[in-house]
């Protein structure tokens, strides 16, 4: 049954701790795709307790990495299919959509009700032409998809759209070393959410897999993978809500050990973009530390999100909290995550007198309106991070309940053993 979580912190707004993040999900999402397609030659260390990560493994696992390699005429002719359920898992969705169809076998994949309207037809579409045998096993365009793999490659020559989800790239591009021909992606439209592609292929790169990446064609030849093991590293967007602490709290000093400053992760760019609201980031022997400064910058520039689209919940909340009138861009693929962002975004920014409206593509927070007041109960719909946005509004508002308080396990199952670390007080109703 679901829970509230009740959130408040107690006198002065002074927060000192350390928190051990765990692995980021992208990066172990990937390395436990990239290990299974390597038949196990690749091992991945600081697996991450995300459920997102823990279901992944646990299907990869069930399945089991025999008749991972296309080529042969190896298809079941079975009519019972097997039942993939990635429940809320985006990249689980995309990736093992890519990794089914190169697999001897016969899946059902599917998700939640939301995952069914969490469009997947551009990856489908870009599959069917390589060769695999893919339906829709609802509606078109969308999971549930079955798969009869492996598949036989009909060309290594396919368009794909760049400016719905990055996800799709990043599966295509996966599987592309052990198609007998290669893959040859021409990216059409811009490719959003671009630091994702990037950190596929560096985590490729470092298991041998070689690319070329010329405009807006990305080449995969055949290869084999290297032996060796892929380390993950905490979660920075997990750390943009300490960020968010931080920048709430009168004073903070918050230690976020293992954080490299150069990561793989596009949302550690959180780090110059906290810089308007007046927090410093600094290295430290361990790991990272972040301070608040005590000062935020007027800022009059629009905020282009498109390439950390994970931090945008957490930045237009701390910015409407802080009662900053800003503006940013790139935010047109949150309607299609978890839930619709910008909707689940306006709702609960009324609670606190604040509006968030689109102009051409330009969403503009109005605070002129904003007060706190005594307590304000937020929704979650089903996302993790509507939870771990509005939550550290406690410092500001004398209690915050927030629905659905298990929703943070999809990426961050620590979430409120953290924030009571660091001295807020969770009650549960
Ligand atoms: O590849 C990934 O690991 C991800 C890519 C992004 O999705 P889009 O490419 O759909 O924006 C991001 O929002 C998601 O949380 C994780
Ligand atoms: C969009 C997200 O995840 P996914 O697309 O993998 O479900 C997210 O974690 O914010």
Same mark, same amino acid.
């Given at each position: 049954m679901s829970k509230n979580a009740l959130v408040s912190f107690k006198g002065t707004k002074n927060i000192n701790t350390e928190i051990q993040l765990t692995g980021s999900k992208s990066e172990c999402n990937r390395a436990l795709i990239i290990s299974a397609l390597s038949k196990k030659l690749v091992k991945v260390e600081n697996l991450s307790n995300a459920a997102d990560t823990v279901t992944l493994n646990g299907i990869l696992n069930k399945l089991g990495v025999e008749g991972n390699e296309p080529g042969g005429d190896s298809k079941l002719k079975t009519a019972n299919s097997e039942l993939v359920d990635v429940g809320p898992a985006g990249t689980a969705m995309r990736f093992l959509s890519a990794y089914l169809s190169a697999k001897n076998g016969n899946f059902l994949l599917t998700g939640t009700e939301r995952m069914k309207q969490r469009p997947i037809g551009i990856l489908a579409e870009a599959l069917k032409t390589i060769g695999a045998d893919i339906s829709y096993a609802e509606s078109e365009g969308f999971p549930p998809l079955n798969i009869v793999g492996p598949l036989d490659q009909k060309t290594a020559q396919v368009k794909i759209k760049g400016d719905i989800s990055s996800q799709y790239i990043s599966a295509l591009l996966m599987i592309a070393p052990i198609l007998p021909q290669g893959l040859t992606l021409e990216i059409e439209g811009e490719l959003t959410s671009k630091p994702y592609v990037d950190m596929t292929l560096d985590m490729l790169a470092e298991v041998g897999i070689k690319h070329t990446w010329n405009g807006n064609l990305i080449t995969i030849e055949p290869q084999v993978f290297k032996p060796g093991t892929l380390v993950v590293e905490p979660d920075w967007s997990a750390a943009s809500y300490w960020y968010s602490i931080a920048a709430l709290a009168d004073e903070a000093e918050i230690a976020l050990p293992a954080l490299k400053e150069k990561s793989l992760q596009g949302d550690s760019q959180i780090k110059n973009i906290m810089k308007i609201f007046g927090i410093a980031t600094t290295k430290t022997d361990k790991g990272i530390a972040i301070s608040n400064l005590g000062l935020t910058l007027d800022t009059k520039e629009v905020l282009d999100l498109k390439t950390c689209p994970d931090l945008a919940q957490t930045i237009v909340v701390i910015a409407a909290a802080l009662g900053k009138n800003m503006a940013f861009t790139? @935010? $047109? &693929? @949150? #309607?299609? #995550? $978890? &839930?619709?962002r910008i909707a689940a975004l306006q709702n609960e920014l009324a609670k606190i007198g604040v509006t968030l409206t689109e102009d051409n593509l330009v969403y503009t927070l109005n605070t002129d309106n904003l007060h706190f007041p005594d307590k304000v109960t937020f929704a979650t719909y089903e996302d993790h991070r509507m939870a771990m946005a509005f939550a550290p509004l406690a410092l500001l508002i004398n209690e915050v309940e927030i629905e659905e308080m298990q929703v943070v396990e999809k990426s961050y199952p620590f979430y409120w053993e953290d924030l009571k670390k660091a001295g807020f007080e969770i009650g549960i109703k």
């Open positions: 790139g @935010l $047109e &693929t @949150l #309607k299609i #995550k $978890e &839930t619709d």
